[in-house]
């Protein structure tokens, strides 16, 4: 299945697919990409072996704030983290979910989630006519604090984005959907005997959902870079990623201007320094001018868990973009645009 010469970068999928046979399998018609996320996620057999997550991060002009709800067949994990950029303030706080017990992840990037136990409850859903997902948590204990977040993010019937099948084998294979520039507004408030500190998001913020479903192996390492802005009059996103994708003739690269998704249809070379993250980073396409940017990190976010066959480690830089990105029809340049990039490694 694996083929290194990207025969699946021009490959574009149209219609509505399962990325998955009656028996589990990889079905080769999925493998490709579109602008819509038509794919639908009908995962079954390969016991402990699946992988599923929703991803949410929001930026603004002066934080962000991220949740996640997962499921990694033998345990589910609920994540939540904030920054704010000027003062640097960062909280992160997870909630492990042994046989990932009361967490049911839908098939389809529109779907609804809810998860409740005695210390948080959250949900990510999805209005009736699929234009709004409204993100509520309440976290009774967040580090000894209260959480309470609301966000309504728009979805635009019109917008496109980026979605992927990648093919590490007809057993081993991931469906990613990344989307860019959903507007977003809301807040989360922290509280604290009697103390609170509370933040808003209204212009100028913008969600980027990261959906993931597949059957992985044990080991894994990826990069993934993305961001979402106004430049002048332009809605501009993009979503790189490496080291995972390579040699399965497909990437997740792609830029998204005004709802209009450019495919980048080559890989993309990250060049860091892995002893400092916070050092610049350098991204530009292998074989082209498309895309060259550079990615100067304000703060790192690393983070370790070791439980034994489980193991996690990611070096989540937020920072600064600056450079170019080029399409047939736009010459953009970036200046200063808040945006992340990480390296993750996993065992799991």
Known sequence: MVDQDNQYENREIEKQTNICLPNGKLNPEAIGWSKKPIFLSNLSG???RKKLWNYWC???PEGMFSVTVSDIDYAGMIFVYYLDYATGRFEEASELIPLARG???PDHPRGSVQFENENLKVEFKVTENSTETRINLDWKNFHGKSLKAEFIVGNPVEMESLNVVVPWSDKQFQYTSKQN???TKGFFLLEKDG???RKTFGEGSFACLDYGRGVWPYKASWNWGSFSTMIEQNCVGLNIGGKWTDGTGISENGILID??????????EWTYNRKNFKDEWSMKTLNSDILDVKFEPF???KAVSNLGIIYSEVHQCFGRYSGFIRTKTNTI???NVVGWAEEHIARW
């Open 46 to 48: 390969n016991i402990f």
């Open 181 to 183: 520039c959903l507007p």
């Open 333 to 335: 340049k970036i200046e």
């Open 103 to 105: 967490i049911h992840l």
């Open 195 to 197: 103390l609170s500190l």
């Open 299 to 301: 703060f790192e976010r």
């Open 58 to 60: 929001i930026t603004g």
């Open 259 to 268: 709802g209009i998704l450019t495919k980048i249809q080559e890989p993309i």
